[in-house]
């Protein structure tokens, strides 16, 4: 869930205009009549890494309640009822009317907290608007140009507080944990997907043999895993032994090259499709045949959808040397998969089922890392001590300077830092502050994503 902003003001003061910009797209008609906005419209809004609900309202007007423009107002009252928060929109080049005041009267006694924004403040014209605005009693008003896109670091900075608060207490809700594990198992053909399948439902659900490519389309099972080894933690926690899975079996993946067949491209496009539906991915290697390249092509792509992904090395039961296998193949993925350490690197039987708990362990414990949220005070507090154990360079003399750090959303884990010549950053200091995320915030293993942005230039391509 996102919190929900209503956008508020009387006719014509741009409120449409600022939905679009914090859309990044034109929803909503645009036009120098006033009145054009009719129904509330919402859409998802991204305003430097915050994420959350945008909703567009008619501009509020005194009217009887039964006129249409009464309706409208009814509209925008109920909207602002259900929101987290209110933008209060007024023209900065018009000043205050008499129709704004009486919108400040009716949101002063409304519940729902309000920020001021004072829209077209681009140029000196808007400047005895902006101080007239004080008089409003709603504290700093936001100087803002929704056509120019003036302003937006500081309506952030105003909106971050509430954003950061709805989502932290939903958060702290209780979490549903008997919302079914989407787990997809994948790898190169003849691997062992439909066998590890076959043993975890104890029936021969889907069909085996030592022919490659008998499965085609990835099926999904429904399946209870009954957790015999719960710990004391999570038994206080409350974490039920019976956990509901959705098991989701693909079509072996081949080198792009030797697919050949309309049919098995359709199954691999397939197979795809399901790593994009999934939570956790199990990419099952043979443990006869070691790491291939094409292993790694598979892991690099279910890192790069942001999965949590899980290393199965199955046919256990007939490997040769164990123990220098599995070092090997935990250096090869290390090396291979440089933008993410730690993946769970698990040994099975699919025909035995020996390493299945351990494997379901793993595929619940990552889900769970992937789907949590960094306070915001332990996250500032890293970002204090990295910046200082480790300050950003100055090239050419010149400091770059990172200024604060959010978290702007989970699953996977997204951190949004905010700083001035972000452009200059090496590569290698972005590296260090995402492996201390890792490292020191507990998300090691799984894909985390580190966006570094200038307030100047909010809408600039994300990474």
């Given at each position: 869930?996102l919190?929900?902003i209503?956008?508020?003001?009387?006719p014509?003061?741009?409120?449409?205009?600022i939905?679009n910009?914090?859309v990044?797209?034109?929803?909503?008609?645009?036009?120098?009549?006033?009145?054009v906005t009719?129904?509330?419209?919402?859409?998802?809004?991204?305003?430097l890494?915050?994420e959350?609900?945008?909703?567009?309202?008619?501009?509020?007007?005194?009217e009887?309640?039964k006129?249409?423009?009464g309706?409208?107002?009814k509209q925008t009252e109920q909207?602002?009822?259900?929101?987290?928060l209110a933008i209060?929109?007024i023209?900065g080049?018009a000043?205050?009317?008499?129709?704004?005041?009486?919108?400040?009267?009716?949101?002063?006694?409304?519940?729902?907290?309000?920020?001021?924004?004072?829209?077209?403040?681009?140029g000196?014209?808007a400047?005895?608007g902006i101080l007239?605005?004080?008089?409003?009693?709603?504290g700093?008003?936001?100087?803002f140009?929704?056509?120019?896109g003036d302003g937006?670091?500081?309506?952030?900075?105003?909106?971050?507080?509430?954003?950061?608060?709805?989502?932290?207490?939903a958060q702290?809700e209780?979490k549903?944990?008997?919302?079914p594990?989407?787990?997809a198992?994948?790898?190169?053909?003849n691997a062992?997907?439909s066998?590890?399948?076959?043993?975890?439902?104890?029936e021969d659900?889907?069909i085996?043999?030592p022919?490659?490519?008998?499965?085609?389309d990835s099926?999904a099972v429904?399946?209870?895993?009954?957790?015999?080894?719960?710990?004391?933690?999570e038994?206080?926690?409350?974490?039920?032994p019976?956990?509901k899975?959705?098991l989701i079996?693909?079509?072996?993946m081949?080198?792009k090259?030797?697919?050949?067949?309309?049919?098995e491209?359709?199954s691999?496009?397939?197979?795809?499709?399901?790593i994009?539906?999934?939570?956790?991915?199990?990419l099952?290697l043979?443990?006869?045949k070691?790491?291939e390249?094409?292993?790694?092509?598979i892991?690099?792509?279910?890192v790069?959808?942001?999965?949590?992904?899980?290393?199965?090395?199955?046919?256990?039961?007939?490997a040769?040397?164990?123990?220098?296998?599995f070092?090997?193949i935990?250096t090869?993925?290390?090396d291979?998969l440089?933008?993410?350490?730690?993946?769970?690197?698990i040994a099975?039987?699919?025909f035995?089922?020996?390493?299945?708990?351990?494997?379901?362990?793993?595929?619940?414990?990552?889900?769970?890392?992937?789907?949590?949220?960094?306070s915001?005070?332990?996250?500032?507090?890293?970002?204090?001590?990295a910046?200082?154990?480790n300050?950003p360079p100055?090239?050419?003399g010149?400091?770059?300077?990172l200024?604060?750090?959010?978290?702007?959303?989970?699953?996977p884990?997204?951190?949004v830092i905010?700083?001035?010549?972000?452009?200059?950053l090496?590569?290698s200091?972005?590296?260090?502050?995402?492996?201390?995320?890792r490292r020191e915030l507990?998300?090691?293993?799984?894909?985390?994503?580190l966006?570094?942005?200038?307030?100047?230039?909010p809408?600039?391509?994300?990474e």
């Amino acid at each position: 869930m996102l919190p929900n902003i209503a956008i508020i003001g009387r006719p014509n003061v741009g409120k449409s205009t600022i939905f679009n910009r914090l859309v990044g797209k034109k929803l909503a008609l645009v036009d120098d009549r006033p009145g054009v906005t009719r129904d509330r419209r919402e859409g998802a809004a991204n305003l430097l890494g915050l994420e959350f609900n945008v909703i567009d309202t008619a501009g509020y007007e005194d009217e009887d309640a039964k006129s249409l423009p009464g309706r409208m107002r009814k509209q925008t009252e109920q909207a602002v009822h259900g929101a987290e928060l209110a933008i209060f929109v007024i023209d900065g080049r018009a000043g205050l009317t008499p129709l704004d005041e009486e919108i400040a009267r009716w949101l002063r006694s409304a519940k729902t907290p309000v920020i001021l924004l004072v829209n077209k403040a681009e140029g000196r014209e808007a400047e005895s608007g902006i101080l007239e605005s004080y008089a409003l009693g709603f504290g700093d008003p936001i100087p803002f140009s929704a056509e120019h896109g003036d302003g937006v670091a500081d309506l952030f900075q105003a909106i971050k507080p509430y954003v950061e608060g709805f989502m932290a207490a939903a958060q702290d809700e209780p979490k549903d944990e008997t919302a079914p594990l989407k787990l997809a198992i994948v790898g190169r053909p003849n691997a062992g997907k439909s066998t590890l399948i076959n043993k975890m439902l104890g029936e021969d659900r889907v069909i085996t043999g030592p022919e490659a490519g008998i499965t085609r389309d990835s099926i999904a099972v429904d399946w209870v895993w009954h957790d015999d080894a719960l710990t004391e933690e999570e038994l206080l926690d409350g974490v039920e032994p019976d956990r509901k899975v959705q098991l989701i079996d693909t079509a072996g993946m081949r080198k792009k090259a030797k697919v050949e067949d309309k049919l098995e491209k359709l199954s691999v496009a397939d197979a795809r499709h399901s790593i994009d539906f999934a939570e956790v991915v199990v990419l099952m290697l043979d443990a006869t045949k070691g790491l291939e390249a094409q292993d790694l092509r598979i892991a690099d792509r279910v890192v790069q959808e942001g999965r949590c992904l899980i290393i199965a090395i199955n046919k256990w039961d007939v490997a040769e040397g164990p123990s220098k296998l599995f070092n090997g193949i935990r250096t090869a993925l290390d090396d291979g998969l440089a933008q993410i350490r730690d993946v769970p690197l698990i040994a099975i039987s699919a025909f035995t089922g020996n390493g299945i708990d351990q494997l379901m362990k793993a595929a619940f414990n990552v889900r769970r890392i992937w789907s949590s949220r960094v306070s915001t005070g332990k996250l500032n507090r890293w970002f204090e001590d990295a910046m200082e154990e480790n300050p950003p360079p100055a090239p050419g003399g010149k400091r770059i300077k990172l200024r604060y750090i959010t978290q702007a959303k989970t699953r996977p884990p997204s951190f949004v830092i905010f700083g001035t010549r972000v452009d200059a950053l090496p590569e290698s200091y972005r590296r260090y502050l995402l492996n201390g995320i890792r490292r020191e915030l507990g998300f090691g293993g799984i894909p985390v994503r580190l966006i570094i942005r200038s307030p100047k230039n909010p809408y600039h391509d994300k990474e």
